[in-house]
């Protein structure tokens, strides 16, 4: 018999939310769990499988290939007519992005748990991307979660999936299976956008940069176009190899986590640039040399000098930003006369204006930035546009952005994490604050005055949908500001999410240090919200 038909158990914790499915491994590895969680997107999917193209692919961590090859057989039993599957079953998510908008597909099932730590233990994760590349909105993952409660069978190819490793086409019952190159056409794509014999003339004289790949899937794409295409000196990627627990890594390119990058950077004799990448690709850490660039500021900069890559010389349709991201490049856009939106967490909010064309250029204060050329952040992108504008101006990366701030004005921007906090006390410490929220207008804390505070609401520009409670502002009287808000990409607790942020327009005063400058927005955040008092901690987990 071809197809087995197999009796499972509703599991009903199979709820994604907008970055799909995350658990611990060891939850994945139950009985039936990833099949369950796999036939429920394809009934959601449902009839328009039949004879459609599905990308699979993910980024390598621990669970990665077997999931892959189950994901394989069940929609080749489910009536998939073409399923392309990213050779290894690699494939990063801006490039699984991009190629379901490049094949016509009906989706993608993505697997990744993002910069989340890998390996036996770690987390790892299954998401859906529609037809426009993007992630699934909520009333398609409200549907895979119903579905997921009630499932009592799935059906599955008897025969093994195709060899993953081995380029080129196979049949699986009606489906053609085929392994491609994962890089190759996310590489081509690049260089429509990108000024690549500008770039590679800067590495031709000199230019050194060091670009780590935190020993995820971005590894690949990195040495194929910066060391191969753009003829950077080899080595000049480390990390480069995809290991299935990111090497003892946890790939979340920020200060902390890839610390030997900021160690080199800031040294006596550092690269002229310094670039990381997360677990699955699609966010990006830029450092200048002797600076950390806030994702906020890059953003900022990237709207500023978009018009130097070829991709982008007609111009900026407009930009956007997720709520908690810092203002700076809301004052870019007021000078080049484009839209600003400000828009929940989550790339769907994203996709949905850069699908009506009213925006270009998107981006996230979490390390994650894109364009109009998929709609997933797109970490290398980052990097590559960051190479071209360094091209284009003759300006080393920490001079691009002092002359940022000498002609915007400086956003002191951070965010501090506490993380693994205890969830009913994150719920109660975001309760209270919400239901003090009319009383704090007028009110004075650590020397800052409060002039408005509210719980973000987004109405979105294209569907007319509104979604709510999206996180707390806190607006002082002194251009400064907190956002408090609980993320959901962990595992284990809660994240409760604290961001600060104080314009400084004076150029004189530019180079003080970032903390310093904020203690007096920490000092009334952490007083406005009680941290320590609902959650005992009385600093946070990372600071970045």
Not at 195 to 204: E, H, L, T
Request: net charge negative; with cysteine.
């Amino acid at each position: 018999m071809p197809i087995r038909q197999v009796t499972t158990t509703p599991f009903a914790d199979q709820r994604p939310g907008t970055s799909g499915l995350r658990k611990k491994v060891p939850v994945f590895q139950q009985p039936h769990y990833v099949e369950n969680f796999l036939q429920s997107i394809l009934d959601v999917v449902g009839d328009r499988l039949r004879g459609a193209t599905l990308v699979i692919g993910g980024d390598g961590r621990y669970l990665n290939r077997q999931v892959a090859e189950t994901a394989i057989r069940m929609a080749a039993a489910a009536g998939a007519g073409r399923i392309l599957v990213g050779q290894g079953g690699l494939l990063s998510t801006p490039a699984a992005s991009a190629l379901i908008r490049a094949s016509g597909a009906i989706g993608g099932i993505v697997l990744s748990a993002s910069h989340n730590p890998g390996g036996p233990d770690g987390d790892f994760g299954i998401k859906f991307n529609t037809a426009n590349g993007g992630p699934a909105p909520e009333e398609v993952t409200e549907a895979i979660h119903r579905r997921a409660a009630a499932l009592t069978e799935y059906r599955i190819a008897e025969e093994a999936a195709p060899d993953i490793d081995a380029i080129g086409d196979t049949r699986l019952l009606e489906a053609t299976v085929s392994v491609i190159d994962p890089v190759a056409g996310h590489a081509a794509l690049m260089e429509t956008l990108v000024d690549f014999p500008a770039i590679a003339g800067m590495f031709a004289r000199g230019f050194r940069m060091r670009f780590d790949a935190m020993s995820a899937v971005t590894g690949p794409y990195a040495k194929a176009i910066i060391e191969g295409r753009l003829g950077a000196p080899a080595g000049t990627v480390v990390n480069a190899t995809p290991l299935p627990d990111f090497g003892g890594h946890h790939p979340d390119p920020n200060p902390v986590h890839a610390a030997d990058l900021m160690a080199e950077m800031m040294g006596d004799a550092p690269p002229d640039f310094g670039a990381a990448s997360d677990g699955d690709g699609d966010r990006n850490m830029i450092v200048a040399p002797g600076m950390f660039v806030t994702p906020s500021d890059s953003l900022a900069i990237l709207a500023a000098h978009a018009h130097r890559a070829p991709g982008y010389a007609q111009g900026l349709a407009g930009v956007a930003r997720s709520m908690p991201t810092s203002r700076a490049v809301d004052r870019v856009a007021k000078r080049l006369g484009i839209p600003c939106y400000e828009t929940p967490t989550g790339w769907k909010f994203f996709a949905n204006l850069l699908d009506s064309g009213r925006i270009t250029l998107c981006g996230e204060e979490s390390a994650g930035t894109g364009s109009n050329h998929v709609r997933e952040k797109d970490g290398l992108w980052a990097v590559l546009i960051w190479l071209n504008i360094i091209a284009a101006t003759g300006r080393r990366a920490d001079a691009i952005v002092r002359d940022h701030w000498a002609e915007f004005g400086r956003d002191y921007y951070s965010r501090h994490d506490y993380e693994e906090v205890d969830s009913d006390a994150a719920k109660a410490l975001m309760a209270a604050l919400r239901a003090k929220l009319p009383t704090l207008p007028g009110q004075s804390f650590a020397g800052l005055t409060v002039a408005a505070a509210d719980d973000f609401a987004y109405a979105d520009p294209v569907d007319g949908s509104v979604t709510p409670a999206q996180g707390v502002r806190i607006l002082f009287a002194e251009d400064a500001r907190a956002v408090f808000r609980l993320s959901g990409t962990g595992t284990v607790g809660a994240t409760l999410r604290v961001y600060l942020e104080r314009f400084e327009p004076d150029a004189a005063r530019h180079a003080l240090p970032v903390q310093d400058v904020l203690a007096p927005v920490i000092a009334a955040a952490r007083a406005i919200a009680g941290i320590e008092a609902h959650t005992g901690r009385a600093e946070p987990s990372i600071i970045t």
